[in-house]
Structures are given as structure tokens and as C-alpha cells.
């Protein structure tokens, strides 16, 4: 694990350039997310880490686009709180990367457009 101190409010005290090796995050999704997780359990917990990468691998039948949302955990309330947003108009591997600031994420599939996909995640830390 990388050496970095975070303050108080999750920001790095120091610059973090070690990436941790890729995890599976998501694997083999074919449907959105009709909620948010009900917990932290399948999430990232990013402690200590600034960035999240996501690399995502789509596939599909007669697909438009697939859009998601990486979601932020709120320890006080145990409630997830909606980040960004980001559309794919193809399948194929796609990057994407997050300012965590340490936070526990999630990248939730929030909707498609198509006739069907299947996507996987992974994550990757730095």
C-alpha cells in the first residue's frame, strides 16, 4: 500500500504516484441498477488513495449507449450520494477515473439504451 497520510477531510497530505493492482469490481452486469447497493459491501474503499480508475469493458447487441455513476457513501447517514456521470456510445474498454479523496464508491449502471450489454469493472488505486 502506497504511504500516504489523509487529513480530517479525506485529502492526501502527500502525492500518491503507486498504483494498486486491478481488482474486479463489477463482473458480468446485464441489467441497470434499480437501486443503490444497500450497503458498503461490494464497493471501494479508496482509504488512503486519491484516485479510482475504473477500467470497464462493454459489450453488446444492438447497443446505443450505457451511462453511469460513481456514488459516494455517507458513514453518518449510511446513504449513497450521486457523483458523476459518464455515457458510453460504444463497447469496447473504456477508462475512467475519480477523484475518491479516500471515500467508499461504487460505480452504479443508471441506464441503456439498446437491445442488450453486459459490463464489467475494475479498479485500480493510486
Given at each position: 500500500?502506497?504511504?500516504?497520510?489523509?487529513?480530517?477531510?479525506?485529502?492526501?497530505?502527500?502525492?500518491?504516484?503507486?498504483?494498486?493492482?486491478?481488482?474486479?469490481?463489477?463482473?458480468?452486469?446485464?441489467?441497470?441498477?434499480?437501486?443503490?447497493?444497500?450497503?458498503?459491501?461490494?464497493?471501494?474503499?479508496?482509504?488512503?488513495?486519491?484516485?479510482?480508475?475504473?477500467?470497464?469493458?462493454?459489450?453488446?447487441?444492438?447497443?446505443?449507449?450505457?451511462?453511469?455513476?460513481v456514488i459516494?457513501?455517507?458513514?453518518r447517514q449510511?446513504?449513497?450520494?450521486?457523483?458523476?456521470?459518464?455515457?458510453?456510445?460504444?463497447?469496447?474498454?473504456?477508462?475512467?477515473?475519480?477523484?475518491?479523496?479516500?471515500?467508499?464508491?461504487?460505480?452504479?449502471?443508471?441506464?441503456?439504451?439498446?437491445?442488450?450489454?453486459?459490463?464489467?469493472?475494475?479498479?485500480?488505486?493510486?
Amino acid at each position: 500500500m502506497a504511504n500516504v497520510r489523509i487529513d480530517q477531510n479525506g485529502i492526501p497530505k502527500g502525492p500518491v504516484y503507486e498504483w494498486t493492482v486491478p481488482e474486479v469490481h463489477r463482473s458480468g452486469v446485464t441489467a441497470v441498477d434499480a437501486s443503490d447497493p444497500a450497503d458498503t459491501s461490494g464497493a471501494i474503499n479508496c482509504a488512503g488513495y486519491e484516485h479510482c480508475r475504473f477500467d470497464i469493458t462493454i459489450d453488446g447487441t444492438g447497443f446505443t449507449s450505457l451511462e453511469v455513476q460513481v456514488i459516494f457513501w455517507n458513514s453518518r447517514q449510511s446513504k449513497w450520494f450521486g457523483g458523476a456521470k459518464k455515457e458510453f456510445t460504444s463497447t469496447d474498454q473504456h477508462a475512467l477515473l475519480v477523484e475518491a479523496r479516500g471515500a467508499i464508491i461504487f460505480l452504479k449502471v443508471i441506464a441503456f439504451s439498446g437491445t442488450s450489454f453486459t459490463m464489467s469493472a475494475d479498479s485500480v488505486l493510486s
